[in-house]
């Protein structure tokens, strides 16, 4: 399984990237809203030390815009993925864009009807919110499963991409649902570093040396 940030930070990126785990970056409006710059400039910076899939998210709802949209967003650079709604005129671009060459991530996925949907519509990622899930009592990382399965079993080209990951444990439940990505906030990528046996370890390696020495 592959890991993606999810942020729309350039300090954040550049410090987790340095670690030598990160094969991508999600943004969307949501995060882009808490920069100081356009998404534009934002992408620009992050495509400018990434180099796999830097997912922007288009702020139209219909399909012409969409379009407009995601064409500029691809023109920054090559490995720009053009974030899509799971709406109807969101699948109609996703289909214009495959044609186009120009990858996409259908978002804001919740079933499995969606990504079917998604995929067939020949969205390069489909990405189901396990997080947003769970707050309304649905088990998002089942869904997510399911989905994985789904396409595997059709042999559908799209990948999965586990979002709305709000800790920890949905890294590992993305590992054992077979998601092909995990993209991972800033927070949880730090958490998923610490365990408390480490640090005793750690300090108890560091004293029984100074005892020596």
């Known amino acids: 399984m592959r890991f993606f940030i999810d942020t729309a930070s350039f300090d954040n990126i550049k410090e987790i990237s340095s670690w030598g785990i990160i094969e991508g970056v999600t943004t969307n409006p949501s995060l882009v809203s808490k920069e ?3 998404l534009q400039e934002i992408v620009k910076k992050i495509t400018s030390i990434i180099d796999g899939p830097v ?4 702020i139209a709802t219909d399909y012409d815009n969409m379009l407009k949209e995601a064409r500029e967003l691809h023109s920054i650079a090559s490995n720009v993925v053009v974030k899509i709604p799971l709406i109807e005129d969101g699948l109609k671009a996703a289909s214009t864009l495959k044609k186009e060459g120009i990858k996409t991530n259908l978002t804001l996925v919740f079933s499995v009807n969606q ?3 998604a995929a067939k519509a020949g969205a390069t990622y489909v990405s189901p919110f396990v997080g947003r899930l769970d707050d309304i009592g649905v088990d998002g990382m089942k869904i997510a499963g399911d989905i994985v399965e789904a396409f595997d079993y059709y042999d559908l080209d799209s990948e999965v991409i586990a979002a709305s990951i709000r800790n920890p444990a949905h890294v590992e439940e993305a590992i054992k649902r077979k998601c092909h990505v995990a ?6 990528l730090k958490k998923m570093v610490e365990h408390p046996l480490t640090d005793i370890g750690i300090q ?3 004293d029984d040396w100074n005892k020596k020495n």
Request: charge should be negative; avoid cysteine.
């Open 204 to 206: 108890k390696f560091l």
């Open 55 to 58: 997912s922007a998210e288009v």
């Open 115 to 117: 990504a079917l949907l």
């Open 36 to 38: 100081n710059l356009s």
């Open 183 to 188: 993209t991972v906030p800033y927070d949880v």
